[in-house]
């Protein structure tokens, strides 16, 4: 009863290159949705969000966009540099769901040098 | 400032011990989420609080998993006996309640014999 689902579990991306990474969820309600970066051995930390009166929003070299009718959204990054290599939570929650954040399972970025 | 602060980084214990994880939040937050990170299930959230009483505990596996947060700045999360299959890295986070990130400790790496 996963309701946030990343379904590719890695990716690997020539350095300079674009890296799109995907999320689908199941929950009609969440209106707002947020990625986050891991590196080994330490804790996410917040990358971008986005909330569902938008379908875009960007930060520097990453840009999530929001497609609601299909309950898919979509991180990219470009260019691609080496330390981007990390695990990308996507995560999302509901506004009268109180703070509680349904986060994916990961996809797992190497940009290659 | 000081992040969230989980101790300890790594624990290395016997089947049928009983394990104590411990989590100071970041100053002035008042929500304090427990998570547990699996490949099969990313970032499962087991519990969290709000101004230190239990919200939501649903995503606590079993009756040996339970979680105190006494003040608004120290939680811990307790797993007695501990099996095998509770070997994992547990993360806590702190945000504010209206909203907002949440921001994540180190993880604790459980490692059950």
């Known amino acids: 009863d996963q309701q946030v689902k990343q379904n590719s579990p890695s990716l690997s991306v020539q350095e300079g290159r674009i890296s799109i990474l995907n999320c689908d969820y199941t929950n009609s309600m969440f209106d707002y949705f947020l990625w986050y970066k891991k590196y080994p051995a330490e804790g996410p930390t917040f990358l971008i969000s986005?909330?569902?009166?938008?379908d875009k929003n960007e930060d520097g070299r990453f840009t999530v966009f929001l497609n609601k009718s299909a309950k898919h959204l979509s991180l990219h990054i470009v260019p691609s540099q080496p330390g981007d290599s990390a695990v990308y939570f996507c995560?999302?929650?509901?506004?009268?769901?109180?703070?509680?954040?349904?986060f994916g399972t990961g996809t797992s970025l190497t940009v290659i040098p | 400032d000081a992040g969230v602060i989980q101790s300890p980084r790594h624990e290395v214990t016997e089947m049928g011990q009983e394990v104590t994880l411990r989590c100071k939040p970041i100053s002035g937050h008042n929500s304090l989420f427990w998570y547990r990170q699996t490949m099969m299930r990313g970032l499962e959230l087991l519990i969290y609080?709000?101004?230190?009483?239990?919200?939501?505990d649903s995503g606590m596996p079993e009756d040996r998993f339970s979680a105190k947060m006494p003040n608004a700045s120290f939680s811990t999360l307790k797993i007695q006996p501990s099996e095998p299959r509770d070997s994992a890295v547990y993360f806590c986070?702190?945000?504010?309640?209206?909203?907002?990130?949440?921001?994540f400790g180190d993880g604790t790496r459980l490692s059950i014999l």
């Open positions: 986005i909330s569902s009166i938008k």
């Open positions: 609080f709000n101004n230190n009483v239990p919200i939501d």
């Open positions: 986070a702190s945000s504010f309640t209206d909203g907002g990130t949440q921001h």
């Open positions: 995560a999302a929650s509901e506004y009268n769901g109180g703070n509680q954040f349904y």
